[in-house]
């Protein structure tokens, strides 16, 4: 069955440098999110994006955060510089279209120190 | 964000029971109804959705039945099995508001031998 690739699947990160968290879409989905879960805490929805632009995005998700698809199957979350309350496990979803399910990835466990 | 709520953080269950996992919500324009299961290390998985124009989805051993005038899901899994040990978590969407998920906290269910 296909599935929603994350890599890596743990980073560290000192405070203040840029990561970027990397996620494979299915193939055939046109539709691509990010959440994080805070330890302890609920999932939490960051961002939509279809069509190459964003299409919802969070309060979490400030002028700190970017998502781009450089090519035709990678879609990318950039953090620029990362605080200690961004550690989370980063899941990555897509849809074929919204009213079908979301399907995630494993998660990256980013820990910044 | 107390959207939606799954006011039970653990249920523990006999194999070949029935497991029944409740969500309660308070935006009555939520109209998408998830439930995903997530075993530790792992993202979600989704299960079973329901649109609100039905009050039951039935998929195999998992059944979701939604009251909208409650605001309130549940799952029932029957037979409950070993294998279904894990967090189960309700999520909704809201009416033309784009595709962001709103999540539950998740219960967690241990089905004993």
């Known amino acids: 069955e296909p599935e929603v690739t994350q890599t890596p699947s743990h980073q560290v990160t000192q405070m203040g440098q840029e990561v970027i968290l990397r996620c494979v879409p299915i193939?055939?989905?046109?539709?691509f999110y990010w959440y994080r879960q805070i330890l302890g805490q609920k999932v939490e929805f960051l961002v939509s994006?279809?069509?190459?632009?964003?299409?919802?995005k969070s309060e979490i998700f400030d002028d700190q955060f970017s998502v781009e698809r450089p090519d035709g199957s990678n879609f990318t979350l950039k953090i620029r510089s990362t605080k200690l309350e961004d550690s989370a496990m980063y899941f990555c979803?897509?849809?074929?279209?919204?009213?079908?399910?979301?399907?995630f990835g494993d998660g990256t466990r980013l820990s910044i120190l | 964000d107390q959207q939606v709520k799954q006011n039970s953080p653990s249920l523990s269950v006999q194999e070949g029971r029935i497991s029944i996992l409740n969500c309660d919500y308070t935006?009555?324009?939520?109209?998408?109804f998830l439930w995903y299961k997530k075993y530790p290390a792992e993202g979600p998985t989704f299960l079973i959705s329901?649109?609100?124009?039905?009050d039951k989805n039935e998929d195999g051993r998992f059944t979701v039945f939604l009251n909208k005038s409650a605001k309130h899901l549940s799952l029932h899994i029957v037979p409950s099995q070993p294998g279904d040990s894990a967090v189960y978590f309700c999520?909704?969407?809201?009416?033309?508001?784009?595709?962001?998920?709103?999540f539950g906290t998740g219960t967690q269910l241990k089905v004993e031998l």
């Open positions: 329901i649109s609100s124009i039905k």
């Open positions: 999520a909704a969407k809201l009416t033309g508001g784009g595709n962001k998920l709103t």
């Open positions: 935006n009555s324009m939520f109209d998408y």
């Open positions: 994006f279809y069509n190459n632009e964003i299409s919802e």
């Open positions: 193939s055939n989905h046109l539709y």
């Open positions: 979803a897509s849809s074929v279209v919204p009213d079908q399910p979301q399907h």
